[in-house]
């Protein structure tokens, strides 16, 4: 697909929503391994300042753990696709969250290589140690859905998520687009996964763009990157410090 604009327009200035794991960073076994460099922090820094503070990291992670990824970069964050909070609120929402959590821990100790992480408000069953039974599992997690019609399936990279009905990562970056410092500009959703459709359409609905990183084909995204290493250059150039400076 096409390359993303490789400066960042003079007027009407993007509010971009960037999602961490795989566009960001590359994946690794273990998701807590992952970490942002220094040199990534340092662009993402520049970007906010010359963008007016409109970067928000949009992620399906936890809010603790995008916290303890950024580290004190200041930064907005979006956690869980824009779910975050809704368990909090929701004791109905809670009950179906915390049965589905028990039938997925009972699904992952009858199968090698997966693992269930509880996030507040989604939870997640990990498979990626055991990638060849992705559709045997598949079958396992489907029937949870209608016993629990508060919850929706999130298909990603290696991942079954039970998370929110209606909360997903468009409907978190129509929000933040009503908002300071991101309205009035132009929405740039970036990301790798399935669950990134969600905010390129939405962003196009606002007469922005999406750009899909990776080889997955996208449906929504206009523009395309290759990898996490190519979004890294993408944002060096935007910021003026390309492969010269690295
Ligand atoms: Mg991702």
């Not at 960001?24 to 460099?37: F, I, K, N, S």
């Not at 300042?49 to 753990?65: F, H, K, M, P, T």
Request: aromatic letters at 6%.
């Amino acid at each position: 697909s096409d390359l993303p604009p490789s400066t960042l327009p003079a007027a009407a200035g993007w509010g971009l929503f960037l999602d961490l794991d795989g566009t960001l960073c590359g994946y690794r076994d273990d998701p807590a391994d992952v970490a942002l460099t220094p040199r990534l922090r340092a662009l993402l820094a520049r970007l906010a300042a010359r963008l007016d503070g409109a970067v928000c990291i949009l992620s399906g992670r936890s809010a603790a753990d995008l916290q303890r990824l950024l580290d004190g970069l200041p930064l907005p964050q979006v956690a869980e696709h824009g779910g975050a909070g809704i368990a909090e609120l929701d004791a109905g929402y809670r009950v179906q969250l915390d049965a589905v959590e028990a039938a997925l821990r009972e699904i992952a100790a009858a199968n090698p290589g997966t693992w269930v992480e509880r996030k507040p408000s989604s939870c997640v069953l990990h498979y990626r140690a055991a990638a060849g039974r992705a559709e045997c599992l598949r079958t396992a997690v489907m029937p949870l859905l209608p016993a629990h019609p508060a919850l929706r399936l999130l298909q990603g990279v290696f991942v079954y998520e039970f998370a929110a009905r209606g909360r997903d990562k468009g409907t978190a970056l129509t929000a933040q687009m009503q908002r300071a410092p991101f309205a009035g500009r132009v929405p740039v959703a970036v990301g790798d996964d399935v669950t990134d459709e969600d905010a390129f359409a939405a962003a196009a609905a606002l007469q922005g763009f999406g750009v899909a990183v990776g080889p997955r084909v996208s449906a929504s995204a206009r523009f395309g990157l290759a990898d996490a290493d190519a979004v890294e250059e993408w944002i060096a150039g935007l910021v003026g410090d390309g492969h010269a400076s690295r």
